[in-house]
């Protein structure tokens, strides 16, 4: 469904029409949590896994055909800057993985990895959200010394019913 709204976006988009591509967009977005705008040039038969629930690809990019994305992969872009992502054909992009401005990507990308140049190799790891994250909704802090390290902290959980009572 995701890719057949994207389909009629892109072409709206291509012909010039002013404003149902962008509603389309927003409709992805709402329903589907994909970031996926139409100006991006996806090739027949590639798949957002799940729907491609929490994935977000830069609005230049280039993806070829038969490409698998899983959820939560951002193929990025730096506004202003005109290298884009590309995704050759028959890539599978795994669960989390980040791909950079500029990136050519010709092989699969495994989960949970940042990869960047051409041809694009691995440059770092993301990280992986534990279950309690996921439970509460937050953000995975890096680890200290990492070249994305955090700040600041994340605030305590809630207390659960049986932790009030104890």
């Excluded at 800057?81 to 599978?92: G, L, M, N, R, S």
């Excluded at 960047?116 to 994250?133: F, L, M, N």
Aim: aromatic share 4%.
């Amino acid at each position: 469904m995701v890719m057949k709204i994207h389909a009629l976006a892109h072409t709206l988009w291509k012909w010039h029409v002013p404003l149902l591509p962008t509603l389309l967009y927003g409709l992805n977005r709402f329903i589907f949590a994909v970031d996926l705008p139409a100006g991006t040039h996806i090739g027949r038969g590639s798949v957002l896994k799940h729907y491609g629930l929490g994935t977000v690809i830069h609005r230049r990019a280039i993806i070829g055909e038969r490409v698998f994305i899983n959820p939560g992969v951002v193929i990025g872009g730096r506004s202003g800057h005109k290298p884009v992502p590309v995704i050759e054909d028959d890539v599978e992009i795994g669960v989390g993985a980040k791909v950079g401005a500029g990136s050519v990507v010709v092989n699969a990308v495994t989960a949970y990895t940042s990869v960047a140049g051409i041809p694009a190799r691995q440059v770092g790891t993301c990280s992986r959200p534990s279950s309690r994250q996921v439970a509460t909704g937050r953000k995975p802090v890096s680890p200290p010394g990492s070249r994305v390290a955090s700040t600041r902290a994340l605030p305590k959980p809630p207390l659960l019913g049986s932790e009030v009572l104890g």
